[in-house]
């Protein structure tokens, strides 16, 4: 059972229902989101932060997807790994790709800037300094402002896993039947 | 020995586009700019983006501003983030938060200096960071204790320093001491 109840836009004020509006404009409203609603400040900045990830993080819609869903990996968030997987698919992501994320290292489909990115991810989500030599690959590769997106994506998500872990959100929902590659390890 | 650079450089005013030096200013009027935000505006966007959250977070948890500094001090320490700790220290001395209670608060658990209501936030601060599972009494307790808005108001507050202070790590951010 969720940590508080989901709401509906019925349950918003008027001038919240707007906020409720503009994520839905995007798609059905995720579980989380309708618990996050509760504070319909907070789920309007939290989601506006997430729209200026999602759309100006500077890497295309495939790699970023790939980037999410390293982070959700690491995070064994089965919610967020579900939610995702088929937003992947269908901005072109491959499935032999999803499949080879969580050994990335012995892969060979990844190019030299996806590896850079994915381990400069596991790096970020391990906590504390990077080695140089990450961050300098990372710099090979991506501007600043893109090196700087990539981190707060990551830590954006690494939040979002924290928030449905303490809310409890069904990590079944929404897509309950894609399996989880950690149980595998 | 002289701690390494940051990763990527601290940015003043004029460096942003004329259309950013709005959110500069915006960000400016309420003290000075942090080294965290000179390094988030290398990317202007992405700066107004999540310091407007920030300001929602800090501004609205919907719990006293003391209580506010308690839980950000708090996460600092479960974080060892330095940064975050002379940061927010300033601002909780500025605001009145009882002295005692900042010296209490590495073992607040075992102090009497918390009211109830500081215990059961602090207890759930302390799940949070940890990424530990909500125990079915600190549940019951938010519950009694806090509104539906309050819980979801406290989670993003924390959640939100725990994001900082990793950002701040990565990319080698040091405190500015006076």
Same mark, same amino acid.
């Given at each position: ?88 698919? /269908?901005?072109?992501?491959?499935? /032999? ?89 | ?178």
């Amino acid at each position: 059972m969720t940590l508080l109840p989901p709401l509906d836009r019925g349950d918003l004020t008027a001038e919240h229902q707007a906020v409720w509006d503009e994520i839905a404009s995007y798609g059905p409203v995720a579980p989380k989101l309708k618990i996050i609603a509760h504070h319909p400040d907070v789920l309007r900045e939290y989601w506006r932060l997430g729209v200026v990830l999602n759309e100006q993080v500077g890497l295309d819609a495939p790699t970023m997807n790939l980037l999410v869903m390293r982070t959700s990996f690491l995070d064994r968030n089965a919610y967020c790994w579900r939610q995702r997987v088929p937003k992947a698919l /269908a901005v072109g992501l491959s499935r /032999a790709k999803i499949d080879s994320l969580a050994n990335w290292e012995i892969s060979d489909l990844f190019s030299p800037s996806e590896r850079a990115m994915l381990a400069y991810a596991d790096a970020v989500v391990g906590g504390g300094e990077v080695d140089d030599a990450v961050v300098d690959e990372m710099k090979r590769y991506f501007p600043s402002s893109t090196l700087l997106a990539i981190t707060i994506l990551v830590l954006y998500y690494n939040l979002s896993h924290r928030l449905v872990d303490v809310l409890d959100v069904d990590p079944a929902a929404g897509n309950g039947d894609e399996p989880l590659p950690w149980e595998a390890l | 020995m002289t701690p390494a650079p940051a990763v990527l450089p601290l940015l003043e005013r004029i460096d942003l586009p004329s259309a950013a030096q709005p959110i500069w200013d915006r960000i400016a009027a309420r003290g000075p700019v942090a080294p965290m935000i000179k390094v988030l505006a290398n990317h202007p966007a992405l700066l107004e983006a999540y310091w407007q959250l920030g300001v929602e977070v800090n501004d609205e948890p919907g719990i006293p501003t003391t209580t506010v500094h308690l839980l950000g001090l708090r996460t600092c320490q479960l974080d060892q983030s330095e940064y975050g700790w002379t940061q927010r220290l300033k601002k909780a001395h500025a605001d009145g938060v009882d002295p005692a209670k900042i010296a209490a608060l590495d073992d607040w658990s075992h102090s009497t200096a918390f009211d109830d209501d500081e215990r059961v936030l602090l207890a759930f601060t302390d799940h949070l960071a940890a990424r530990a599972p909500l125990a079915a009494s600190l549940r019951a307790e938010l519950g009694e204790r806090f509104a539906p808005r309050q819980i979801v108001g406290v989670a993003m507050l924390v959640l939100y320093y725990v994001m900082n202070h990793k950002y701040v790590d990565v990319m080698k951010i040091r405190p500015v001491h006076q």
